[in-house]
C-alpha cells in the first residue's frame, strides 16, 4: 500500500486587490494540476481523496478525470482555518502575518487570533487521519507506542491532496513523529509536490515508511512555487 500525499497547486489568494478565503487555482496552478495527473496517470491510482478547499479539489481534477474516479471528499483535512480576512486590504493581512510570525513558539500553538488553534488543527487532521485509514480497514494497533498498523488488504495507491500544513500533520501522525505548530517552516511542501509514504511489514503488523517528500520532479523549475 502506498499513501501519496499531495499539495494544491498553486492558489490565487488575492483577486482584484481582495483577500480570497477559499481560493481557486492561478493559471500556473491549473498546469501544475494537470502535470501532475500526467506522472500519476501510469502509475494509477486506487482512490482519490480531496480536502474540500476549492484549491485542492481542483488539483484533484486532472488525475480524477484521467483515471475516471470520483475524488472522495474528507471535510476535516481542510487546511488550518484562518480568521475572515476578505474585508481587509493585503497590506493588513500582510500585518496580521508579520505579527504572527514574530510570536514566542509556545504562542504558535494558538493560531491566528479568530481562526483554528493549531491545537484543534492537529487534533481534527491527527483523527480524520487515522478514520480515513481505518475505514478502510487499516487501523492502528493500540497496544503499541509507535503507530504501527494492522491491513485487511493491500489498497494499492492512495492520492490525497491537500495542504502544505494538512499534509505534512498527516505525515507525522503516520510516522510516529512529535508534531510542532510550524509544520509548515519545518517541512517545506512545494505546490504540488509529494510527499510518499509506503506501508512496510514489521513484525505481525505494517509501519509507514517515507519514500520521498518534496518530490516534484514533474515540475519543469519554471513551474515549481512554494
Not at 489568494?13 to 501510469?42: F, H, Y
Not at 495507491?157 to 508534531?179: E, I, S
Request: charged share 25%.
Amino acid at each position: 500500500m502506498e499513501l501519496l500525499f499531495v499539495r494544491h497547486g498553486q492558489p490565487e489568494w488575492a483577486r482584484e486587490g481582495t483577500p480570497q478565503m477559499d481560493p481557486r487555482l492561478t493559471e500556473l496552478g491549473e498546469r501544475q494540476a494537470d502535470l501532475v495527473a500526467e506522472r500519476l496517470r501510469e502509475r494509477g491510482a486506487s482512490e482519490i481523496i480531496s480536502s474540500p478547499a476549492l484549491r485542492a479539489r481542483q488539483t484533484a481534477a486532472p488525475l480524477a478525470e484521467a483515471v475516471g474516479l470520483t475524488p472522495v471528499v474528507i471535510d476535516d483535512l481542510v487546511e488550518l482555518r484562518l480568521p475572515d480576512w476578505s474585508h481587509l486590504s493585503l497590506s493588513e493581512v500582510a500585518v496580521q502575518f508579520r505579527a504572527a510570525r514574530s510570536r514566542e513558539p509556545q504562542a504558535w500553538w494558538d493560531g491566528i487570533p479568530g481562526g483554528e488553534s493549531f491545537r484543534a488543527f492537529f487534533e481534527r487532521v491527527h483523527a480524520a487521519t487515522l478514520r480515513m485509514l481505518h475505514e478502510r480497514g487499516v487501523c492502528r494497533v493500540q497496544r503499541e507506542e509507535a503507530p504501527i498498523f494492522t491491513m485487511e488488504r493491500d489498497l494499492g495507491r492512495l492520492v490525497v491532496f491537500g495542504h502544505g500544513g494538512m499534509n505534512t500533520v498527516a505525515m507525522t501522525v503516520l510516522l510516529g513523529m512529535p508534531c510542532v505548530p510550524w509544520e509548515w517552516e519545518r517541512f517545506a511542501l512545494g505546490h504540488a509536490a509529494f510527499i510518499r509514504l509506503k506501508a512496510i511489514p514489521l513484525g505481525p503488523g505494517y509501519i509507514f515508511s517515507m519514500r520521498s517528500f518534496n518530490d516534484a520532479e514533474h515540475l519543469p523549475k519554471e513551474l515549481r512555487t512554494i
